[in-house]
């Protein structure tokens, strides 16, 4: 693992909101191509994190670089190489599926050429040619995660960011949508995804677990496991989150 490249680097990071600590001394390494996953309950601190390392939020301590940018000083240059999706927000419900893609490539400073190319093959590997035209709000739900993940990372950036992006997702779609991952991860892109559902640490590389804004844990899911003596992950969180109430 120490000879892949590094493409995220986190140290010592805080962050304050007043009295409130929302990220406590956060310290890691992701991977170029690798699937990170970052864990924790709702209100553990993934969010507040992830937005300082898209470069939407300013740590109140502390060291990151993204893709090599500094997210004090190059907040443009990280926002130029990532691609970004969440659960709250993704498409616009009352912009056609075609209108969607050109919209958000055009914000990732696309050419209109690379845009016309672009939506083509999208529409295409989603096989969404026939819907082009339809309203977001009149596609089932797993198209929309389908196409929402593809505009991600229409402009073929380094690392995307996935805000909780199965919130609300049945099983079999979530299954869907991580073969959308692993496929982006096979052709290099770094996924950082944040989640509470436990299962979806399995399909990880590596894994995060935050608690009370700390990193309680970071390890393979296998390797997690066989240190808290757990059969699945969900039983890690809840070791974690037991230490966690006692102390």
């Known amino acids: 693992m120490s000879e892949r490249e590094t493409i995220i680097t986190v140290s010592h990071l ?14 890691f390494e992701v991977y170029k191509g690798e699937i990170f996953g970052f864990l924790g309950a709702n209100g553990a601190g993934k969010t507040t994190a992830i937005k300082i390392l898209c470069g939407l939020s300013k740590p109140t301590s502390g060291n990151a670089t993204i893709a090599g940018f500094d997210v004090y000083t190059q907040k443009d240059d990280i926002k130029n190489s990532i691609g970004y999706m969440s659960q709250k927000f993704s498409l616009y419900e009352d912009l056609t599926v075609t209108e969607n893609i050109r919209f958000f490539a055009g914000i990732y400073g696309m ?118 003596e757990a059969e699945s992950m969900n039983e890690v969180f809840i070791k974690l989150a037991r230490v966690a109430v006692n102390n």
């Open 14 to 27: 805080v962050k304050k909101f007043g009295d409130f600590t929302a990220n406590d001394d956060l310290n």
């Open 111 to 228: 050419t209109r050429k690379d845009i016309k190319i672009k939506t083509q093959q999208l529409l295409a590997k989603l096989e969404l040619e026939d819907s082009a035209k339809k309203l977001i709000k009149d596609l089932p739900l797993g198209w929309r995660q389908k196409l929402a993940f593809s505009i991600a990372i229409v402009h073929s950036p380094k690392i995307v960011f996935l805000d909780e992006p199965t919130g609300g997702v049945d099983p079999i779609t979530r299954r869907q949508f991580w073969n959308q991952i692993y496929e982006a991860a096979a052709e290099g892109v770094t996924v950082f995804v944040t989640t509470h559902y436990m299962d979806e640490a399995e399909y990880c590389d590596r894994v995060s677990i935050m608690v009370d804004g700390k990193i309680a844990a970071l390890d393979t899911p296998q390797g997690l496991k066989q240190t808290f």
